[in-house]
């Protein structure tokens, strides 16, 4: 996508590899499965969540999330891995951070264009949501209002938003996982949240359908 660069390629993770199958994803041997345009990997370190993601022409750690880059040449490329949950690719990755304007600064300095903003009491407290494009997903900044007292507290990733082609058959094969739909923030969206401790996945996920035509 010329208009938007950086694609997030890979996503890095502590997780078993069974916790997102026991989720209804298609993981190989190796722990290895994609979203769209992007390749995620389980790497079962005993501590889930996080670990690292990379982003084409960026080589440096953005305001301390770490660079993958012992994992971009093992992509494997590819279409995107056919799950039996029918979910299909990434919309959104949610990023935390005390410092809003430090964190926005370090990306920027990265090449990652500002898309948008706004302030937002979605999760609970007044909230600053910055808005960056990595080729087909979108990374949400979630810190400080404008003006609001800021903390030293370290940028991490707060959750994956995923999309479903058919969220309601989604729903139907992931069973009780998967909670009740309702509407998104976006117009003519729905979203339900997926109960991934349930099955020993580190990250908060949600699962979306698609943007309508």
């Known amino acids: 996508m010329a208009d938007r660069p950086h694609q997030l390629t890979h996503v890095v993770l502590g997780d078993p590899p069974d916790a997102w199958r026991a989720a209804g994803f298609d993981v190989d041997h190796r722990g290895r499965f994609r979203l769209g345009r992007t390749e995620v990997l389980c790497l079962d370190l005993g501590e889930r ?11 440096r750690a953005l305001d301390g999330l770490a660079t993958a880059d012992s994992h971009r040449d093992a992509a494997g490329g590819g279409a995107p891995s056919q799950h039996p949950n029918g979910i299909t690719s990434i919309d959104h990755v949610v990023v935390r951070t005390g410092h809003s304007d430090r964190t926005i600064a370090a990306f920027e300095a990265a090449g990652l264009e500002v898309r948008g903003g706004r302030s937002t009491t979605s999760y609970g407290a007044p909230m600053r949501q910055t808005f960056f494009w990595a080729g087909d997903v979108i990374l949400e900044l979630v810190g400080p209002d404008e003006g609001g007292p800021t903390t030293d507290e370290p940028t ?13 058959a989604t729903g139907r094969a992931l069973g009780d996982l998967l909670g009740t739909p309702k509407d998104a923030v976006q117009p003519g969206r729905r979203i339900a949240g997926l109960r991934n401790e349930e099955v020993g996945i580190g990250l908060p996920v949600a699962v979306m359908s698609p943007h309508p035509r």
């Not at 991490?156 to 309601?168: K, M, N």
């Open 156 to 168: 991490s990733i707060f959750g994956l938003a995923l999309v479903a082609d058919d969220l309601d």
């Open 49 to 59: 969540g996080f670990v690292g993601w990379a982003l084409d022409g960026v080589d």
